[in-house]
C-alpha cells in the first residue's frame, strides 16, 4: 500500500505563493507518474500539474506559468509552488500517483489552499 501526505496550504492574499508537499512512502521513481490535483465547491476535481517518471511535466493550461511542479527523491517528496495565486485557486489539493503495478491510482488526504481577493 502506498500513503501520500500533503501538506503546505494555508490562507494567502491574491498575488501571492503557497508551496505544497507530498511525501511518498515510496520512492517517487516507483511511480509513472505523480502530481496533483484539485477540487473547488461544487465543482469536479481537475488536473493541475503532472510529472512523469521522466522528468516531463504537464499543466493546466489556468496554471501555466504560475505554478511548478517538481521532485525531490531523496525526501520522496514532490512539490507544488503556486505562485501569482488568483481567488480561484481555491482548493482542496490532492496529491496522487499512478503505477502499473498498482491496482487503482492512489490519493492523498487532501490540503486546503485559500486565496483571498
Known amino acids: 500500500q502506498v500513503q501520500l501526505v500533503e501538506s503546505g496550504g494555508g490562507l494567502v492574499q491574491a498575488g501571492g505563493s503557497l508551496r505544497l508537499s507530498c511525501a511518498s512512502s515510496r520512492s517517487i521513481y516507483s511511480f509513472n507518474a505523480m502530481g496533483w490535483y484539485r477540487q473547488a465547491p461544487e465543482k469536479q476535481r481537475e488536473l493541475v500539474a503532472v510529472m512523469y517518471v521522466g522528468g516531463s511535466t504537464n499543466y493546466a493550461d489556468s496554471v501555466k506559468g504560475r505554478f511548478t511542479i517538481s521532485r525531490d527523491n531523496a525526501y520522496k517528496t514532490v512539490y507544488l509552488q503556486m505562485n501569482s495565486l488568483k481567488p480561484e485557486d481555491t482548493a482542496v489539493y490532492y496529491c496522487?500517483?499512478?503505477?502499473?503495478?498498482?491496482?487503482?491510482?492512489?490519493w492523498g488526504q487532501g490540503t486546503q489552499g485559500t486565496v483571498s481577493s
Open positions: 496522487n500517483a499512478k503505477g502499473s503495478w498498482l491496482p487503482r491510482e492512489q
